[in-house]
Structure formats: C-alpha cells, structure tokens
C-alpha cells in the first residue's frame, strides 16, 4: 500500500520572501524518455538546458538497454545532464514500465527548490520556467500550469491549447493540470511517491491529494509554456483507437476518483471528531 505524509495546516508551510526573490531559482527537471528519436530528444533536452535566469538540474530517466543513454553521454557533458537508469518492469495487463515507476526513482535525486518533469518529445519555450516560477510567487502558489501550442512533429504550429483557472469541481471532472507544471519540490516531497499502480491518473491523483491537503495551491498561467509534438504513435491517441485500452483508461479514472473520494469523506469525518 502506498502511504503519504499527511500535511496539518497551510501555516506549517512557508511562503516566499524577499531575500528568495533576490536568489537565481533553481529548478530540477526530470525527463522521462525510452527508444526516443534522436533528433526529438536533442530538441527537448536543449530548450530546458536553454532556459535562462534559472539553474537547471537536469535528469534524464530511462529504462535499461535504452539507446539514448548512449547518444545523451556522447553529445552531452556529464556535469549537465544526469542520468537515471530504472529496470524493466512489466504491469500486468498494462504494458511496459510506466511514466510514475520511473519519477519514483528519479525524484530520489532531485536537489533543487523547484520541481518540473518534462517530455522527450516537447519542446520547452524560451522564458518558461522563470515566468511559471514568477507567477507562483506573486500569487503565493505552489504549482504554476501553463497552457500549451499543438504542433506538428517539426513544430509547426496547429493549434492552441488553453486550460481554466483552477477549480476544484472540474478537477474531480478530468485533469487539466498538465504534466509539466512547476511545483515547489518541497511541496512536492510532502506527496511523494506517485501511485505507479496507475498507469495514466498518477499525476492527476497527485493533484487532488495536494488540493485535499493544501487547498487551492495552483495558478494558471495562460501563455504557452511549451511545444506539444502530436504524433500517431503518442500514447494518447493509440489509445484512442483501441477499446480495450479506452476500457482500462476509464476503469483506472473511475478507481482512482472513486479511492480520492472516500479517503477525503473519511479525513473529514476524523477532523469532525476531533474538534
């Protein structure tokens, strides 16, 4: 069973001050990639090592026997990119090693304030991690989530895609807070590890555990933050074409909804009875 630290009260947690806003932030970005085309790859590690006004940690998780571990030691030096090597495992009636399997492993690493995971295939855009950081300290949040432009696999363009604002009734709904939002790693820590008995909710999940706890932590940020590559072959829309993998997608949605409620309904009613 997973087990997570239970958080009291928002004044246990430290806002922001002056003498941090003075300091250049630094952000740890983990990378998830496996069997990734090079070229993709390349894209994406250089728009975050890219970033500037920000100190970047940069992690790449992969799976052993993965050809990029190969081609990022060849093409990059070892002080900028680190390297985090998982084993293969297999989820029954699920597929192959799944993205939270993999964090779990990574975030183990992670040493900088600011926690951001990243896609092999997207693209950051110039300013991304300094304006999702600005915007959560001025606002005192603790997660900034930008919207994001569709493009096409050289980038091009297809379309904008924009989020709400954060409300809670919507979020119980479906996820809109993307993947690649920014969060305070000691935030972050406090929720740590991902549920990797969910294949697709894991972060999802994380958000509602935060919000159980923290409340309205989350600040949208409506520019694009990044580039998203729609490919064929993305997860998403491969599974899109099966119905056994639309089948699986909404059971996990209906257990992991179905387990958040009840955990929030119980942790209400102990409050209650305590008071």
Known sequence: ???????????????????EEKMIDSVTVIMNTYKEKQSFLKQAI??????KDVNIQLIVSTIENDPSISFIKANYDSTK???????FKEHPGKGVTGIYYQLNKATSMIKNDWFCYASSNDVALPGK???????????????????YNVTDINLKTMKKHKFPSFNYNLLLKGNFINDCAIIKTDILKKFLPFNDTYYNCGYWNLWLRIYSNLGNVFIHNPNPGFLYRHEKTSTHIL??????K???????????I??????????????KIKI
Do not use: A, P
């Open 258 to 271: 179905k387990n958040h409620i009840i955990k929030t309904q119980l942790t209400n009613i102990s409050t």
């Open 246 to 256: 639309q089948l699986m997608y909404q059971n996990e949605k209906l257990k992991m």
């Open 129 to 147: 991690l300094k304006k999702e950081i600005e915007m959560c300290k001025k606002n005192n949040k603790f997660v900034c989530y930008s919207d």
């Open 239 to 244: 599974r899109n074409k099966d119905k056994n």
């Open 46 to 51: 250089d728009s975050y090592l890219c970033q």
């Open 1 to 19: 069973m997973v087990r997570y630290k239970k958080l009291s009260k928002m004044n246990d947690i430290n806002f922001f001050n002056i003498s």
């Open 81 to 87: 990119i680190e390297i985090c090597i998982s084993t």
